[in-house]
């Protein structure tokens, strides 16, 4: 059977000071009136009934999806600790497996934005017809508009079936000269960090390019409806190096594929990707949510909420203002405040504020 399997356990440091460890980005109204997760879950509630919609997420944010989300309690998959994708959807696809041996995965961040829900739900159905055989872990390919470093590169291949193409070549989150040099060669799409793949397949990726890990979730999947589940889940995730599904399996594996799609697609993980859907004024500043006065101010994102906000001669420039925190950021450094952010957490009297 197919099953939809939500990411829904990090933290959005990209997107502090407005997402917070107990708050991210996942669970915030970023575009619209529903939060993140409920978008991602709607886009998909056409293709998967609400019984085959799983959520793996971090214990801390259990409460916050029930309170979201009409999901039940099986099928959320509990993390202690955030290890990254590669462990997060490993640990969904020994779940899966230990309910249904053909368990097919539909993987979704629950960070995206997209528009052209006809041509997604194609593009899904395609994908896990592909998928379900079992020999191929399919992806999915975005025009790429830009040298985006934070971003997978595909480059297509041979073409397996209509509209279905071997993936040549994954690179993951190239500097951007090499994102602009890929672009130029006119064959290269953006990954678009969704999967589907057969939970089976997967794991077998898994223990071929990530042995550890995989020992660490054979060990869970032994445990799996028993008492002792959680015990040993925490055990082995204590002895998990994180490692994204992207540079774990992505990069290395032989049997991607890629559907190019034709849908709008956003992943609006950071400030920079949240200021292309907000309108811009004749100087090339966005000012989001709150009153601003400025003065020979240009392209400049300010994204506030009670105060006004008062500029003077500021250029590239991303002022973040919320009730406790003022972030203040060149928009070419906007990538940095994960580091900001970390560096904040080992500063015992800062550490509220995250
Ligand atoms: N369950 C789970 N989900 C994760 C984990 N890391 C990331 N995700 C989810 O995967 C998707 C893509 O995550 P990213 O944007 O790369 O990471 P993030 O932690 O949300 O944001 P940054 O801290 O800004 O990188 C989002 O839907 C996240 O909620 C994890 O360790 N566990
Ligand atoms: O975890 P990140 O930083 O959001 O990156 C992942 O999603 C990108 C698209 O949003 C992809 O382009 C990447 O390849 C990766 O799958």
Known sequence: MIYAVILSGGLGLRFWPKSRKNLPKQFLRVLGEKTMIENTVERISNIIPNDRICVVTNNIYVDKINEILKIKSSNIFKEPLNRETASCIGLAAIKLLKRDFEATMVVLPSDHFIQGQEEFEKAIIKAIDVAQDGDYLVTFGITPTRPESGYGYIEVGDSIEEGVYKVKRFIEKPNVDVAASLIEK???????????????????????????????????????????????????????????????????????????TNFVWDDIGSFTSLERFLNKDENGNVISNCEAAVLDVKNTTIIGEKRLVAAIGVKDMLIVDTDDVVLICPKDRSQSIKDLVKKISNVEELERFI
């Open 186 to 260: 006119g064959n290269f799409l953006w990954n678009s960090g969704m999967f589907v793949w057969r939970a089976d397949r997967l794991l077998r990726e898994i223990k071929k390019y990530l042995p550890d890990l995989y020992k660490n979730l054979m060990r869970i999947y032994e445990y799996i409806g028993t008492p002792d589940e959680e015990r040993v889940i925490r055990e082995e995730y204590e002895k998990i190096d994180g490692i994204s599904i992207d540079f774990g399996v992505m990069q290395r594996t032989h049997r991607a594929v890629v559907i190019p």
